[in-house]
């Protein structure tokens, strides 16, 4: 069965302290990993799309990296705005996206 | 619109009312979703739209619910005699084709948090 398990579930950090979100799927004939941002209240926001191992994409202080098992989401001196849930999602050719249940990030000054 | 539009954006029934719930995806996207995320937890996926193919209605959670895409673009979401555990955000999304060699990413709406009583 097709499976994201996200970790951890909450992760709290100081303003600048830098972390790592992980998120680890099992799914046969892997088209592409998203990562989405989703502030309360709003649809989540996309971020990243990795399609296969050994990629990397960065955006401000987001970098994402995927493996065959797994892909993290690495913050570098993280900023109170970008207190967020983070959301994992494996997608399959021409199927719908398969989500984690998400990793709820707050950053404190 | 520049981006998914959904309506309404708080809909409150009563239970056992019927409901209707729409979603305008970005112009020219073909693939069209529908998730439901409730209180805490992750988006549940429902229904997938892709071009003039069949919907995948494999994660709709009972009969009561259904949807349907017209002309390729606008669509509706209904749930039919509503019940209380039926309350979350339905969120919708789009994206230019899942049918290709790489996928696009999906853009979500706002989402329609819906309440029933």
């Known amino acids: 069965e097709d499976q994201v398990t996200q970790s951890p579930e909450a992760l709290r950090l100081q303003e600048g302290e830098s972390s790592s979100l992980n998120c680890s799927y099992t799914v046969s004939g892997l088209r592409g990993l998203f990562w989405y941002r989703q502030d309360p209240g709003k649809g989540p926001e996309f971020l990243f799309t990795l399609y296969s191992a050994g990629e990397e994409k960065e955006k401000e202080r987001l970098k994402a990296t995927l493996t065959k098992k797994e892909s993290f989401l690495h913050i570098t001196a993280p900023k109170p705005e970008d207190s967020a849930t983070y959301l994992c999602?494996?997608?399959?050719?021409?199927?719908?996206?398969?989500f984690g249940k998400g990793t709820t990030l707050s950053v404190s000054s | 619109g520049a981006g998914v539009s959904q309506s309404p954006s708080n809909k409150v029934t009563e239970k056992g009312k019927d409901v209707e719930l729409r979603c305008d995806p970005i112009?020219?996207?073909?693939?069209l979703y529908w998730y439901r995320q409730s209180l805490g937890q992750g988006l549940e996926f429902l229904i997938y739209?892709?071009?003039?193919?069949?919907?995948?209605k494999s994660g709709l959670p009972s009969d009561r619910f259904s949807a349907e895409r017209t002309g390729g673009s606008v669509s509706t979401l209904t749930i039919q005699r509503t019940q209380q555990e039926d309350s979350a955000v339905y969120l919708c999304?789009?994206?230019?084709?899942?049918?290709?060699?790489?996928?696009?990413?999906?853009?979500f709406g706002q989402g329609t948090r819906l309440t029933v009583v």
């Open positions: 739209f892709q071009g003039n193919s069949a919907p995948d």
């Open positions: 999304a789009s994206s230019l084709s899942n049918s290709g060699l790489l996928n696009t990413e999906a853009f």
């Open positions: 112009s020219g996207h073909t693939a």
């Open positions: 999602a494996v997608q399959k050719k021409g199927t719908a996206l398969i």
